[in-house]
């Protein structure tokens, strides 16, 4: 019996090997107690009754949960203790290690990190090498799960004499005996879109001031320039020599793909007429048009559009992300899915910690470990022979070509394996699904260990319970955010009441007609009541939007800034594309998390066409503004994807992109002073805005309310007498409107049901809006 299984079959009967298992140690090198305390206890199964010399090593979880469920609650425990200055415990976030650099650079080699992110993109499954065996007598069974085989110091055998190595990494087929392989699931994932800097420093260790932006200026996203930087993304990081030389050669590569281009033939070699009718010829043609077709140049990315995030220019980079389930997991979810299943014999449900319970642009929370060898985990996914296809650029670059036994084409490997400066690989050990608002209500801790048990305890509790200020201290934030957004948008104290219900809403229910819950405003600027030149005009306009996106984004977690105009427009699809040749999703800017606030500047649109992309795109926001559902485009079908963004458009006249056929509201400006600036807003101590954003949280993520019996007779009367006098304003979607802003009144006026009195004011509004809208 060889050592590794000797000490599988002592700790079989050892039952809570996990319990001994060190915090401290288990943050710093994670991978280290896997393959050596965890993998060694639970990896095995005896394949004989008879005698328990043979061991089969076995995928599963080998209660690695349980693990990492103990050392975050120990990490909880440590962060509260104040009397310990070093936090030998703490779990770093990738894209904001330490509170002062940001990147994978600030984290620790192999040690436990977390990564918070929105799915991006859904990739096919990889098979990997689970574990392998050694020649050598002495040595059993060793794991590189939660590796990169052959890359990462814990998975690479470290043998004196390389022919004593059974096991070759570069063709495991060949010793199938003495290897498992293994299954996991992989996401593109990006850090959240947009979100603000606030956020991200609230997790770090060294809180700093969480007055992000502080000097009022929002560099809004320009899709058709190279310019500009998301809200929450922070300022663009400067330009690499990378991506200085990818910018360089660009245009050479499109002027060589011309000329190649112009020189084949116009017959298409994916039609009927170019493949072969003689079946002795046929396979060797199709292997000349695959290894065609592999070998076919295309033009290099630049860096933003390798890293391919939502809003460009944001310095926090992605990852691709390894999801390990275990094959119980696997077996729920298959007995679920069988055509016999109904709700009654649901004996063996997926775990919400299982990869099936991700989809697209969900907002979620790894906890694992990073790996930087990129050329290792190409050559681990299949025949890619990359030592031998590595060319060095002239600036000491590398760039991978194709080799004869390459299994995907050069645009598609470059997509699923980018180097690690581009995309690392992070391997989960654990995840969990997020909404906008735990970011603020809960800390990392909190947000992993609450169980489904108590999510559904705290979704059915009242409001009364959950909140967190008195009705009195409710009352007087709410009034501080209203001169806060009133000072932003020049005095317009109406107008700030829509914005504050705009940084408040969420959707609480979708139905066939509409999406209930969703609020969506236009901030309308009337140029005839303005004497001022173009030059005056177009200040006062920027200093209106920078305001108001300031206003936004420090109180909402997050918020992204689009420009406008028929450049934009016209430059690239702004919703998700799926890109063949490298077999991805494209990201478009549209591709938000769910809760995000969406600021539209339309203030420097001018008269221009707009070509069939920039037509596309307006009606791509128009439908996210009336249905909050996102057509994916994957050329030969699209693809309905659910929303929940909140747009507020700034416009001179009448947005573009909202009507009154739709429910986003058009609310005329009408400034009483000079400037907008955010001077109340930066004067605020930092308890406050924290208090600040906690309340906008739990307005956010507030049940359901209920509706008094005498207000709902109020409610019922006005609503029967406004669609008598007007039946073309008192439609359906506008009444719900109205109940979704009386909700948001009454959870911010620090009321515990919808009260007549939070209706009235609600009618008061829109009585003047009215009124203001005739002259408009």
């Known amino acids: ?101 940001v990147g994978i650079e600030s984290v620790p080699e192999g040690k436990l990190c977390r990564f918070r992110c929105v799915v991006q993109d859904m990739r096919d499954p990889e098979y990997y090498v689970g574990c392998f065996k050694s020649k050598r007598a002495s040595s059993g069974w060793q794991t590189t799960k939660f590796a990169e085989h052959g890359g990462d110091e814990t998975s690479r055998m470290e043998e004196e004499d390389d022919e004593e190595r059974l096991f070759t990494f570069e063709n495991p087929q060949q010793q199938s005996s003495n290897v498992r392989m293994w299954e996991r699931k992989v996401f593109y994932c990006v850090p959240i879109p947009g979100e603000a800097k606030w956020v991200q420093e609230r997790d770090c260790l060294e809180r700093e001031d969480t007055h992000s932006n502080g000097d009022g200026v929002v560099d809004f996203t320009s899709i058709g320039g190279n310019t500009g930087a998301s809200v929450g993304g922070g300022s663009a990081k400067k330009r690499t020599r990378e991506e200085n030389n990818e910018e360089e050669k660009i245009k050479d590569d499109k002027e060589a793909k011309m000329k190649e281009e112009k020189n084949e033939p116009a017959k298409s070699e994916d039609t009927m007429e170019a493949m072969p009718i003689n079946g002795s010829q046929k396979t060797e043609d199709f292997t000349a048009m695959n290894n065609k077709n592999r070998n076919k140049s295309f033009a290099r990315e630049t860096l933003d559009e390798a890293r391919n995030l939502p809003l460009p220019n944001d310095q926090r980079g992605p990852c691709i992300v390894c999801v390990y389930d275990s094959p119980e997991d696997d077996e729920g979810d298959k007995e679920n899915n069988s055509e016999t299943m109904n709700s009654a014999t649901i004996t063996n449900p997926p775990s919400r910690r299982s990869s099936t319970q991700l989809k697209l642009n969900d907002i979620v929370e790894f906890y694992g470990v990073l790996s930087l060898n990129p050329e290792h985990a190409a ?205 991805r999703l494209r990201a478009g800017p549209l591709q938000l998390a769910d809760g995000t606030v969406c600021v539209l500047d339309e203030t420097k649109l001018q008269t221009g066409i707009l070509a069939e992309t920039g037509v596309k795109n307006a009606r791509a926001v128009k439908d996210i503004i009336q249905m909050q559902k996102a057509e994916y485009d994957f050329d030969y079908h699209q693809m309905s994807l659910p929303t929940d963004i909140s747009f507020v458009a700034v416009s001179e006249g009448k947005s573009i992109l909202f009507s009154e056929d739709t429910e986003g509201l058009v609310v005329p400006l009408r400034p009483t002073k000079n400037e907008s600036n955010t001077t109340l807003l930066y004067a605020l101590d930092k308890q406050t805005l924290d208090d600040m954003r906690t309340l906008v949280a739990f307005v956010r993520n507030a049940p359901h309310m209920d509706i008094s019996e005498s207000c709902g007779k109020t409610i019922e009367a006005s609503m029967v007498q406004k669609r008598q006098d007007d039946p073309k304003e008192a439609t359906q979607a506008k009444m719900h409107s109205w109940l979704t802003m009386s909700r948001l009144q009454s959870l911010l006026k620090g009321r515990n049901e919808i009260t007549v009195d939070s209706w009235e004011e609600i009618m008061e509004l829109e009585r003047t809006v009215k009124n203001r809208r005739r002259v408009l």
């Open 1 to 101: 019996m060889t050592k590794t299984m000797a000490t599988a079959a002592n700790n079989n009967n050892n039952t809570n090997i996990e319990d001994t298992i060190d915090s401290r140690e288990f943050i710093a090198n994670p991978r280290k107690v896997i393959a050596e305390k965890l993998f060694t206890a639970y990896g095995f199964k005896s394949v004989s009754a008879a005698t328990s010399s043979a061991l089969e090593p076995i995928d599963g979880d080998w209660n690695l949960s349980k693990v990492l469920k103990k050392s975050i609650s120990e990490s909880e425990e440590e962060e509260k203790d104040a009397t310990k200055t070093t936090k030998w415990l703490s779990i770093p976030e990738i894209n904001h290690a330490d509170g002062k650099g």
């Open 379 to 583: 050559e681990a996914f299949g025949n890619i022979g990359l030592n031998d296809s590595i060319e060095e650029d002239g600036d000491g670059a590398t760039t991978t070509q194709p080799s004869d036994d390459d299994f995907y084409g050069h645009a598609e490997r470059a997509a699923l394996f980018p180097a690690s400066s581009i995309a690392p690989r992070f391997h989960a050990f654990g995840f969990t699904k997020l909404k906008l608002e735990d970011l603020v209500l809960k800390t990392p801790a909190e947000r992993y260990l609450l169980d489904e048990e108590e999510n559904v305890k705290e979704a059915s509790a009242s409001v009364s319970v959950v909140r967190p200020f008195d009705a009195a201290t409710t009352n007087a934030m709410c009034e501080k955010m209203i001169d806060i957004f009133t000072e932003a948008l020049g005095g317009d104290k109406v107008a700030a009441s829509y914005a504050l219900f705009l940084a408040c809403a969420r959707i609480r229910l979708r139905t066939d007609e509409f999406p209930v819950g969703s609020l969506c405003v236009n901030f309308s600027i009337d140029c005839a009541l303005s004497k001022e030149d173009g030059e005056s005009k177009r200040k006062r306009n920027d200093n209106l939007v920078n305001a108001l996106a300031s206003a936004l984004q420090s109180l909402c977690p997050a918020t992204a800034c689009l420009s406008v105009d028929v450049p934009s427009l016209n430059a690239r699809t702004w919703v998700p594309k799926k890109d063949y040749d490298r077999n």
